[in-house]
């Protein structure tokens, strides 16, 4: 069912928000696409949205980090 994937979706959202936030980072758009709510077919969908250059340096940054270890 879809409200189902639309659950997991947004606690999957809560969840990288925490882990950015412990790594400093803020993706303010972070949240399930809104189309997600009104097609089943489309399919359940996370946005990350937009971010600034500091930003995307930091998530570089964190991801190299996790991968090197």
Same mark, same amino acid.
């Given at each position: 069912? +879809?409200?189902?994937?639309?659950a997991?979706a @947004?606690v999957?959202?809560? @969840?990288?928000?925490? +882990?950015?936030? @412990?790594?400093?980072? #803020?993706?303010?758009s972070?949240?399930? @696409? +809104?189309? =997600? !709510?009104? !097609?089943e077919?489309a399919?359940?969908?996370?946005e990350l949205?937009?971010c600034?250059?500091?930003?995307a =340096?930091?998530?570089?940054? #964190?991801?190299?980090?996790?991968?090197?270890?």
């Amino acid at each position: 069912m +879809a409200t189902d994937k639309i659950a997991e979706a @947004e606690v999957a959202c809560e @969840e990288l928000a925490g +882990a950015l936030k @412990e790594a400093g980072i #803020v993706l303010p758009s972070l949240g399930v @696409e +809104a189309a =997600s !709510y009104g !097609y089943e077919r489309a399919g359940v969908l996370v946005e990350l949205g937009r971010c600034n250059l500091d930003t995307a =340096s930091r998530l570089i940054a #964190v991801i190299k980090r996790a991968t090197a270890r």
